[in-house]
């Protein structure tokens, strides 16, 4: 059974930082592209960062770029993603998921697996 299990999330002020983990399971982790996703209560989940099955290339929206740095840890099945200069308009719940097709993909709906999210809420 193929599992993804976010944590690091939590409160913390404007400027601040967290750190995510994605720990995985049930599946060779190298296989799989890895994707953040995030949603705001309203809103529509928003793609955040990707990396690529190496992890030798990281893509990530404008909103969170040279803030949020992805990485990969294969011999240790988990995902990281560092968030620092945190905003109020980061306040999401955060989600990794696994994509198996060849090019990492931006697109929510191209993703085979996904973890239960892990609240961020970022005061002002």
């Known amino acids: 059974e193929v599992q993804l299990v976010e944590s690091g999330g939590g409160l913390v002020q404007a400027g601040g930082s967290l750190r995510l983990s994605c720990a995985a399971s049930?599946?060779?982790?190298?296989?799989?592209?890895i994707g953040w996703f995030r949603q705001a209560p309203g809103k529509e989940r928003e793609f955040v960062s990707c990396i690529t099955k190496s992890g030798g290339t990281t893509y990530y929206a404008d909103s969170v770029k040279g803030r949020f740095t992805m990485s990969r840890d294969n011999a240790k099945s988990t995902v990281y993603l560092q968030m620092n200069s945190l905003k109020p308009e980061d306040t999401a719940v955060y989600y990794c998921a696994a994509d198996s097709a060849f090019y990492v993909s931006q697109i929510a709906r191209e993703y085979d697996y996904w973890g239960q999210g892990t609240q961020v809420t970022v005061s002002s």
């Open positions: 049930g599946y060779t982790f190298d296989d799989y592209a």
